[in-house]
């Protein structure tokens, strides 16, 4: 009798730790994936644009050859809320930027460049000669080429196609939207002890962002050109040796425009010894790129890097020697402005500047002659 009683009690003590498993189960589930889920589900509601687009047919398809190739291996699709992140590739991922994205593609590893903010960087020649053959646009690249996703040829398929739409869609939901991140006043830190030094490692890690980010969004800089012989010889060094790392897939080593990617790119790379520009003028191209080409952006180079670079490129240029130019008279100096006021002020302005009552309906905007003059022929 008493064998069977112990058994029993026994059975309800198996049958109440079985129960028990079960809903401390269930329960870490709800806490840790439910509960999470509809937060970060009321996150996205109550911060996304409203009319945020899903994506298209074409972007799907691309989606699913991202997946396939195994992209994600490598690139990663999140930037962190961390300086290095941010001086990188812009503002960190928010959640609702990835709302139509099941599953997600965030990726683990960073072995190439992360890609949430891709839309727009780069046109879509350059990113199918990428494709092709990396290195033919980045002469250091490790990433393999993907010819299979042409017909033999350079001609793409309706997949490396739909990779390409894929790609310019990231991230821009956030540029359609204008959402601009609002910087929260730092909280006042803590006096002592581990908590407090946390606190304030926090903190200095949100400063930096907010420092990295400012300076993504600031106006173009004016570089600090070197003024004497010495530093200028040092600032021409480092120059090459970044156009020669940068620049020169697209430019050529002599920077004439006929790199290796010169000729799948439309238009083609500019020939930089063919005009002279202005310290300004390279600011821009480096800061901005130029819309419509697929010279992009190079603000992730410090500005030292971006100094060095300009002298470089100016001194690309020779001056033509005075066998090749002549000295234009006054009479010749104004049959030539006549001509500029009646054919090209409307779109150049009259000064030159690409500031003409036509500019504004064209992309890319005329070209400022102040800033870039080309070598009289």
């Known amino acids: 009798m008493k064998t069977a009683n112990r058994h029993r009690v026994f059975n309800s003590i198996y049958l109440v730790i079985f129960i028990a498993g079960i809903g401390f189960f269930a329960l870490s589930f709800y806490l840790l994936g439910i509960l999470p889920g509809q937060a970060l589900q009321k996150e996205i509601d109550a911060r996304a644009p409203a009319a945020m687009a899903d994506y298209t047919a074409q972007e799907e398809r691309g989606r699913s050859a991202y997946g396939r190739e195994g992209c994600g ?6 930037v962190r809320f961390v300086a290095e992140d941010v001086a990188r590739w812009g503002a960190p991922t928010q ?14 590893r960073r072995i190439g460049p992360d890609l949430a903010r891709e839309s727009g960087v780069r046109s879509n020649d350059w990113q199918l000669t990428h494709l092709y053959n990396p290195r033919l646009v980045a002469g ?10 042409f017909n033999g040829d350079a ?3 309706t997949d490396a196609m739909s990779l390409v739409a894929y790609l310019q869609a990231l991230g821009r939901p956030r540029i359609f939207s204008g959402y601009d991140d609002e910087t929260t006043p730092a909280p006042a830190p803590m006096a002592t002890g581990h908590a407090g ?4 490692f926090t903190l200095a890690a949100r400063r930096q962002v907010i420092s990295a980010q400012a300076r993504l969004d600031s106006a173009v800089p004016q570089f600090a050109l070197p003024d004497n012989p010495g530093d200028y010889s040092v600032a021409l060094a480092a120059g090459k040796a970044a156009f020669e790392q940068n620049c020169t897939a697209c ?4 920077g004439a425009g006929d790199g290796p990617g010169a000729a799948s790119l439309l238009p083609r790379p500019a020939d930089l010894r063919a005009a002279s520009f202005t310290s300004a003028r390279i600011a821009d191209s480096l800061w901005n790129g130029r ?29 033509p020697t005075s066998s090749d130019s002549t000295i234009a008279s006054d009479e010749s100096s104004a049959q030539t402005a006549a001509l500029f006021e009646k054919n090209c002020s409307s779109y150049h302005g009259a000064s030159g500047q690409g500031d003409g009552p036509a500019a504004r309906s064209l992309a890319p905007r005329p070209a400022n002659f102040q800033l870039k003059q080309g070598n009289p022929d």
């Open 95 to 108: 959640a609702w930027e990835t709302r139509f994205d099941y599953p997600q593609l965030w990726g683990t």
């Open 197 to 200: 030094s946390m606190h304030e």
């Open 251 to 254: 430019h050529g080593m002599t």
């Open 291 to 319: 819309y419509g080409s697929s010279m992009p952006a190079w603000r992730d180079l410090d500005n030292s890097t971006l100094a060095a670079l300009t002298v470089f490129v100016q001194s690309l240029h020779s001056a």
């Open 73 to 78: 291996y490598c690139h990663t699709q999140q």
């Open 140 to 149: 250091d690249s490790v990433m393999p080429g993907y010819p299979w996703l």
């Open 155 to 157: 001609k793409p398929t």
